[in-house]
């Protein structure tokens, strides 16, 4: 946790040292919602399979340069996985608040997004043990980290994003290892979104 603290901080401070030279530029706000495929690494999951899912949030978009911005992100987002044990498919929930601190490549009306983000689990799932009918309560990592990259589409104020999430975090905790291995998280994002 306290690495997932320090490299939270981290990018805030970089936010917070370019912001001198982007707060010349007029900043701009909006809004995103859409659809997440997720899925998590664990190698002990029989035929694991994507969870759908929602992610929403707001975001600035900061000029620096006449074709480089910084669109720092907060979003709710449900991430995890299914998995089908016997013949009943189960789902593994996780949601999240996302912090996302891309940098923004503009080509004529696409934008090339890429940068860091961190993530907090904001719920707190158990997980059933399909083998032997017990429960590993609080089985997985509160911090996640990792890269974001991604493009956007803009038809004047809209546009529709593509995203892809990779943590690099293993998210699972000691006790619930033996059962699921290692995981970490993946997403992809398709998005639509407005600019004020």
Same mark, same amino acid.
Do not use: C, W
């Given at each position: 946790?306290k690495n997932?603290?320090?490299?939270?901080?981290?990018? *805030? #401070?970089?936010f917070? $040292?370019l912001?001198p030279?982007?707060s010349?530029?007029q900043?701009? +706000?909006g809004?995103r %919602?859409g659809?997440?495929?997720?899925?998590i690494?664990?190698?002990?999951?029989?035929?694991?399979?994507?969870?759908?899912g929602?992610?929403?949030g707001v975001?600035?978009?900061v000029?620096?340069s006449?074709f480089?911005?910084?669109?720092?992100?907060l979003?709710?987002?449900?991430?995890?996985?299914?998995?089908?044990?016997?013949?009943?498919?189960k789902?593994?929930?996780?949601?999240?608040?996302?912090? *996302? #601190?891309?940098?923004? $490549?503009?080509l004529?009306?696409?934008?090339?997004?890429?940068?860091? +983000?961190?993530?907090? %689990?904001v719920?707190?799932?158990?997980?059933?043990?399909?083998?032997?009918?017990?429960t590993?309560?609080d089985?997985?990592k509160?911090?996640?980290?990792?890269?974001?990259?991604?493009?956007?589409?803009?038809?004047?104020?809209?546009?529709?994003?593509l995203?892809?999430?990779?943590?690099?975090?293993?998210?699972?905790?000691?006790?619930?290892?033996?059962?699921?291995?290692?995981?970490?998280?993946?997403?992809?994002?398709?998005?639509?979104?407005l600019?004020?």
């Amino acid at each position: 946790m306290k690495n997932i603290f320090f490299k939270v901080a981290g990018l *805030l #401070l970089v936010f917070m $040292f370019l912001m001198p030279t982007a707060s010349r530029a007029q900043a701009k +706000f909006g809004i995103r %919602l859409g659809l997440n495929v997720s899925n998590i690494s664990f190698d002990n999951l029989p035929d694991r399979g994507e969870r759908y899912g929602l992610h929403g949030g707001v975001f600035a978009n900061v000029p620096v340069s006449d074709f480089i911005s910084l669109q720092p992100e907060l979003s709710y987002s449900t991430k995890g996985t299914s998995f089908k044990p016997e013949n009943d498919r189960k789902k593994l929930n996780m949601n999240y608040v996302d912090f *996302l #601190l891309p940098i923004a $490549f503009k080509l004529s009306s696409i934008d090339l997004q890429v940068g860091p +983000f961190a993530s907090l %689990l904001v719920s707190s799932p158990d997980y059933n043990v399909f083998s032997n009918n017990t429960t590993v309560a609080d089985a997985f990592k509160k911090g996640d980290f990792g890269l974001t990259a991604g493009l956007s589409f803009n038809f004047n104020r809209m546009f529709i994003g593509l995203r892809y999430n990779q943590g690099f975090m293993d998210i699972t905790k000691d006790n619930v290892r033996p059962f699921l291995s290692s995981g970490k998280n993946a997403v992809g994002q398709v998005s639509v979104g407005l600019k004020f």
